[in-house]
Protein backbone atom coordinates (compact mmCIF):
# COMPACT_ATOMS: atom_id res chain seq x y z
CA UNK A 1 0.00 0.00 0.00
CA UNK A 2 1.71 3.30 -0.92
CA UNK A 3 2.81 5.32 1.65
CA UNK A 4 0.47 8.56 2.29
CA UNK A 5 3.80 10.87 3.18
CA UNK A 6 6.06 11.41 0.54
CA UNK A 7 8.85 11.79 2.58
CA UNK A 8 8.60 10.79 6.07
CA UNK A 9 12.86 10.15 7.77
CA UNK A 10 13.44 13.94 8.41
CA UNK A 11 14.37 13.70 12.18
CA UNK A 12 16.11 9.69 11.70
CA UNK A 13 18.08 11.99 9.00
CA UNK A 14 18.99 14.66 10.80
CA UNK A 15 20.00 12.64 13.86
CA UNK A 16 21.93 10.21 12.06
CA UNK A 17 24.22 12.89 10.75
CA UNK A 18 24.80 14.52 14.04
CA UNK A 19 25.62 11.60 15.43
CA UNK A 20 27.91 9.65 12.25
CA UNK A 21 27.92 12.39 9.94
CA UNK A 22 25.71 9.72 7.41
CA UNK A 23 22.30 8.29 7.33
CA UNK A 24 20.68 5.55 4.87
CA UNK A 25 16.87 5.58 4.84
CA UNK A 26 15.24 2.59 2.85
CA UNK A 27 11.69 3.64 1.51
CA UNK A 28 11.81 7.43 2.42
CA UNK A 29 10.29 8.71 -0.72
CA UNK A 30 6.69 7.30 -1.78
CA UNK A 31 6.78 4.70 -4.12
CA UNK A 32 4.76 6.64 -7.30
CA UNK A 33 7.07 9.30 -7.27
CA UNK A 34 10.05 7.38 -7.59
CA UNK A 35 8.37 5.86 -10.21
CA UNK A 36 7.87 9.12 -12.33
CA UNK A 37 11.50 10.07 -11.65
CA UNK A 38 12.78 6.67 -12.62
CA UNK A 39 10.62 7.39 -15.69
CA UNK A 40 11.59 11.52 -16.41
CA UNK A 41 15.16 9.95 -15.81
CA UNK A 42 14.33 7.23 -18.86
CA UNK A 43 12.74 9.71 -21.17
CA UNK A 44 15.76 12.39 -20.56
CA UNK A 45 18.02 9.53 -21.93
CA UNK A 46 15.92 8.57 -24.47
CA UNK A 47 15.55 12.38 -26.13
CA UNK A 48 19.11 12.91 -25.79
CA UNK A 49 19.31 14.75 -22.57
CA UNK A 50 22.15 13.23 -20.67
CA UNK A 51 26.00 14.52 -21.14
CA UNK A 52 28.70 12.16 -19.75
CA UNK A 53 29.71 13.78 -16.58
CA UNK A 54 33.44 15.38 -14.99
CA UNK A 55 35.28 15.48 -12.26
CA UNK A 56 36.79 19.45 -11.19
CA UNK A 57 34.92 22.26 -12.00
CA UNK A 58 35.05 25.39 -14.15
CA UNK A 59 37.31 25.54 -16.86
CA UNK A 60 39.10 22.60 -15.22
CA UNK A 61 36.05 19.96 -15.85
CA UNK A 62 37.21 17.46 -17.13
CA UNK A 63 35.57 14.33 -18.96
CA UNK A 64 37.13 11.19 -17.90
CA UNK A 65 35.33 7.80 -18.01
CA UNK A 66 38.33 5.72 -16.22
CA UNK A 67 37.28 7.92 -13.25
CA UNK A 68 33.44 8.04 -13.34
CA UNK A 69 31.68 6.76 -16.40
CA UNK A 70 27.97 8.19 -15.32
CA UNK A 71 25.94 10.67 -17.79
CA UNK A 72 23.79 13.46 -15.95
CA UNK A 73 21.39 15.76 -16.28
CA UNK A 74 20.24 18.68 -14.07
CA UNK A 75 16.76 19.32 -12.39
CA UNK A 76 15.55 23.41 -12.73
CA UNK A 77 12.02 24.57 -11.58
CA UNK A 78 9.58 23.91 -13.68
CA UNK A 79 11.14 21.15 -15.85
CA UNK A 80 8.35 18.49 -14.89
CA UNK A 81 6.23 17.73 -11.96
CA UNK A 82 7.81 14.48 -10.16
CA UNK A 83 11.10 17.05 -10.13
CA UNK A 84 9.20 19.63 -8.69
CA UNK A 85 7.80 17.46 -5.84
CA UNK A 86 11.60 16.11 -5.37
CA UNK A 87 12.89 19.69 -5.11
CA UNK A 88 10.09 20.73 -2.88
CA UNK A 89 10.61 17.91 -0.47
CA UNK A 90 14.27 18.54 -0.49
CA UNK A 91 13.74 22.09 0.52
CA UNK A 92 12.14 20.87 3.08
CA UNK A 93 15.10 18.69 4.57
CA UNK A 94 17.34 21.72 4.08
CA UNK A 95 14.92 23.56 6.50
CA UNK A 96 14.96 20.86 9.27
CA UNK A 97 19.29 20.18 9.12
CA UNK A 98 19.33 23.98 9.50
CA UNK A 99 16.66 23.97 12.20
CA UNK A 100 18.43 20.71 13.98
CA UNK A 101 21.94 20.80 12.98
CA UNK A 102 22.81 24.90 12.44
CA UNK A 103 24.40 24.10 8.89
CA UNK A 104 23.68 26.91 7.36
CA UNK A 105 22.68 25.33 4.03
CA UNK A 106 21.41 27.85 1.38
CA UNK A 107 20.22 25.54 -1.70
CA UNK A 108 19.98 22.68 -2.82
CA UNK A 109 21.83 21.55 -6.40
CA UNK A 110 20.86 18.00 -8.09
CA UNK A 111 20.90 15.67 -11.11
CA UNK A 112 20.37 12.74 -12.78
CA UNK A 113 23.06 10.14 -13.21
CA UNK A 114 22.87 7.10 -15.55
CA UNK A 115 25.65 4.92 -14.88
CA UNK A 116 25.40 2.13 -18.21
CA UNK A 117 26.29 -1.48 -17.29
CA UNK A 118 30.02 -1.65 -16.35
CA UNK A 119 30.91 2.46 -15.47
CA UNK A 120 31.72 3.35 -11.91
CA UNK A 121 33.17 6.53 -10.30
CA UNK A 122 36.48 5.96 -8.65
CA UNK A 123 36.89 6.94 -4.29
CA UNK A 124 36.05 11.16 -3.90
CA UNK A 125 35.00 13.44 -2.17
CA UNK A 126 32.26 15.28 -2.89
CA UNK A 127 33.41 19.13 -2.05
CA UNK A 128 35.78 20.75 -4.49
CA UNK A 129 39.30 21.93 -3.25
CA UNK A 130 38.42 25.40 -4.18
CA UNK A 131 34.59 25.80 -3.53
CA UNK A 132 33.52 24.81 0.50
CA UNK A 133 30.17 25.30 -0.28
CA UNK A 134 28.84 21.67 -1.05
CA UNK A 135 28.08 20.50 2.73
CA UNK A 136 25.31 17.69 2.90
CA UNK A 137 25.11 15.67 -0.10
CA UNK A 138 21.97 13.52 -0.73
CA UNK A 139 21.50 10.20 -3.20
CA UNK A 140 17.93 9.06 -3.83
CA UNK A 141 18.18 5.52 -6.02
CA UNK A 142 15.80 4.67 -8.63
CA UNK A 143 15.88 1.01 -9.53
CA UNK A 144 13.64 -1.05 -8.97
CA UNK A 145 14.29 -5.04 -7.97
CA UNK A 146 17.81 -4.49 -7.37
CA UNK A 147 19.43 -7.73 -6.43
CA UNK A 148 22.49 -7.95 -4.12
CA UNK A 149 24.54 -9.78 -7.22
CA UNK A 150 23.85 -7.09 -9.64
CA UNK A 151 26.45 -4.81 -8.33
CA UNK A 152 26.41 -1.43 -8.55
CA UNK A 153 26.82 -0.11 -4.55
CA UNK A 154 27.76 3.00 -2.84
CA UNK A 155 30.75 2.14 -0.75
CA UNK A 156 31.62 4.70 1.82
CA UNK A 157 34.55 5.04 3.75
CA UNK A 158 33.92 5.27 7.26
CA UNK A 159 35.96 7.08 9.72
CA UNK A 160 36.46 3.55 11.58
CA UNK A 161 38.49 2.55 9.01
CA UNK A 162 35.67 -0.09 7.42
CA UNK A 163 33.20 0.49 4.59
CA UNK A 164 29.18 0.06 4.36
CA UNK A 165 28.08 -0.78 1.09
CA UNK A 166 24.64 0.44 0.13
CA UNK A 167 22.46 -1.06 -2.84
CA UNK A 168 21.21 1.19 -5.40
CA UNK A 169 17.27 0.06 -4.45
CA UNK A 170 14.46 2.32 -5.47
CA UNK A 171 13.66 4.64 -2.71
CA UNK A 172 16.64 4.21 -0.92
CA UNK A 173 17.72 7.65 0.11
CA UNK A 174 21.61 8.43 1.38
CA UNK A 175 22.40 11.51 2.93
CA UNK A 176 26.24 12.59 4.01
CA UNK A 177 28.47 15.05 4.97
CA UNK A 178 30.22 16.02 1.62
CA UNK A 179 33.76 16.78 2.52
CA UNK A 180 34.11 14.31 5.33
CA UNK A 181 32.87 10.79 3.46
CA UNK A 182 34.66 9.63 1.17
CA UNK A 183 32.59 7.34 -0.87
CA UNK A 184 32.50 5.39 -4.63
CA UNK A 185 30.53 3.62 -7.00
CA UNK A 186 30.77 0.58 -7.93
CA UNK A 187 30.31 -0.98 -11.45
CA UNK A 188 26.90 -3.11 -11.99
CA UNK A 189 25.53 -5.65 -14.70
CA UNK A 190 22.69 -3.27 -15.28
CA UNK A 191 21.97 0.36 -16.11
CA UNK A 192 21.94 1.97 -12.63
CA UNK A 193 19.85 5.91 -11.95
CA UNK A 194 19.90 7.90 -9.17
CA UNK A 195 19.51 11.45 -8.28
CA UNK A 196 22.45 13.00 -7.14
CA UNK A 197 22.38 16.47 -5.45
CA UNK A 198 23.75 18.64 -3.29
CA UNK A 199 22.85 21.28 -0.27
CA UNK A 200 25.05 24.19 -0.69
CA UNK A 201 26.10 26.59 1.96
CA UNK A 202 27.67 29.94 1.61
CA UNK A 203 31.25 29.74 1.16
CA UNK A 204 34.35 30.83 0.85
CA UNK A 205 35.29 30.51 -2.81
CA UNK A 206 34.80 31.58 -6.05
CA UNK A 207 31.82 31.69 -7.33
Known amino acids: MP ?52 IGRGDGQQVREGIRGDRIDWLEPGQAEPCDRYLALMDELRLRL ?19 PGAFYQKHLDRFRDDD ?46 GELPHEVLPASRERLSLTGWFRRRGDGPL
Open 133 to 178: RRAVSAVLYLNPEWLPGEGGELRLYLDDGSTRDVLPEAGTLVVFLS
Open 98 to 116: NRELFLGLEDFEAHFALYP
Open 3 to 54: NPHAFIPFEPTSDDIAQRGWSLQRDAIDADLVAALARECRARAAAGELSPAG
